[in-house]
């Protein structure tokens, strides 16, 4: 079964630090761009972090600085880590692969998608 699985998630205190993994099976990121999206709670999918194959990244402004990926293309797999957590990155976060070299941060421009992993940040 091709899939990509999430792990990482928990509940952690503003400020505290997360590593959210991304494991691909029966699945290679070969030449396309992997990413991190997520969503809380009655709100639309987001664009989080973006990495190429050449490692070219793309991430947003949300999270600029305090949040990073990086990607091993010889195991499939990714990562995301998650610094200085805010109660607002409280959501559910979503690795995928993309149709694509270059990073994009719109949904429809990947094409397989992991379960997700929830992160909760308190106050």
């Known amino acids: 079964q091709v899939q990509l699985e999430e792990s990482g998630g928990g509940l952690v205190q503003a400020g505290d630090s997360l590593r959210l993994s991304c494991v691909a099976t029966?699945?290679?990121?070969?030449?396309?761009?992997v990413a991190w999206f997520r969503q809380a709670t009655g709100q639309d999918r987001e664009f989080v972090f973006c990495i190429n194959p050449s490692g070219v990244i793309r991430y947003a402004d949300s999270v600029k600085g305090r949040f990073t990926a990086s990607r091993d293309n010889a195991e499939d797999t990714m990562y995301l880590q998650l610094d200085r957590l805010k109660p607002e990155d409280t959501a559910v976060y979503y690795c995928a692969r993309a149709r694509t070299f270059d990073c994009r941060t719109q949904p429809n421009d990947y094409d397989y998608w992991g379960q997700g992993t929830q992160v909760t940040v308190s106050p």
């Open positions: 029966r699945l290679s990121f070969g030449d396309s761009a």
